[in-house]
């Protein structure tokens, strides 16, 4: 099969982008529920080689979908999350334990968890995110199966957990001992793969911003996950939508919770460091 080439598919993205353009620097500013200021535009980091300013993905949706994450009682996404409020209690496994019986201050003990995840675990000698210390969790102390990565229960506790550093700036680390996950990050998201030839940078880096297939290309920020999206009505873990996007450009995608997608997250979510977390966003 002949591949198309990347110049002329960035080049119809841009003549898009002529009639369809949204203007992410004058996008209005996300404040939930009239009281909580977050920060969707900001510097970015310095690591970043082809950014100045980085842009939360709400910048880029329909005023009716920004409308809905700006009101939690609007908000679809905090149906999972009130559905993972009853779950924090529930009794598990072989240990007879829950959420709630190790954790006696609640799940406001994970402040700012969120805002520093994905991490180099040294004890697991790797780099972990959210869903490996839930299973952590459930297999170690409750004895209870371990979710699935992208399975309703966990994206929902995911989301009840990452709402507690909603309002925090994204701090990932990069340096130290999570340094060489996050190089290899970086390989797969400027690596071009698939029938389509591209790579995360194509999309997000080179034609953010721009109209194509009925939406506007954001630059691919995580500070919101996970996300309700229309599309499927239902919460989306990071690793769903990196497993999409290969889907989208006919790659073979990595498995959910591998290496290689761990190592994808940890880069990716370093680029939106000083983004706020938004807790449970909604997209399209």
Not at 113 to 124: K, S
Not at 135 to 151: G, I, L, P, Y
Request: glycine share 8%.
């Amino acid at each position: 099969m002949i591949k198309p080439n990347l110049q002329r598919v960035a080049s119809i993205v841009t003549v898009a982008a002529l009639t369809f353009s949204l203007n992410a620097a004058v996008a209005s500013d996300l404040v939930i529920n009239e009281e909580i200021s977050l920060t969707n535009e900001t510097a970015a980091p310095a690591h970043l080689e082809n950014l100045t300013t980085i842009y939360s993905g709400w910048n880029f949706r329909k005023s009716e979908t920004q409308s809905l994450q700006m009101d939690d009682f609007d908000n679809p996404g905090m149906i999972f999350v009130d559905q993972a409020i009853d779950q924090w209690n529930v009794v598990e496994g072989e240990a007879g334990k829950s959420c709630a019986a190790c954790h006696t201050g609640g799940v406001e003990e994970f402040a700012g968890l969120r805002a520093v995840l994905p991490r180099y675990d040294e004890e697991a000698g790797g780099i972990q995110s959210m869903e490996d210390y839930i299973n952590e969790c459930r297999t170690d102390r409750m004895q209870a199966d371990a979710w699935k990565w992208s399975e309703s229960k966990m994206t929902a506790m995911t989301a009840l957990i990452g709402l507690q550093s909603r309002g925090m700036p994204v701090n990932v680390a990069i340096d130290g001992d999570a340094a060489e996950a996050w190089e290899l990050g970086k390989e797969i998201y400027y690596q071009p793969v698939g029938q389509l030839d591209m790579a995360c940078a194509s999309c997000h880096e080179d034609n953010y911003n721009t109209y194509i297939r009925a939406d506007f290309l954001s630059q691919g920020q995580t500070n919101g996950f996970p996300a309700y999206r229309l599309k499927n009505a239902k919460l989306n873990s990071i690793h769903a939508r990196f497993k999409g996007c290969m889907k989208n450009i006919r790659a073979t995608p990595y498995k959910e919770g591998s290496d290689e997608f761990r190592a994808l997250e940890l880069y990716v979510a370093s680029r939106g460091n000083g983004l706020s977390v938004e807790g449970t966003s909604v997209r399209n």
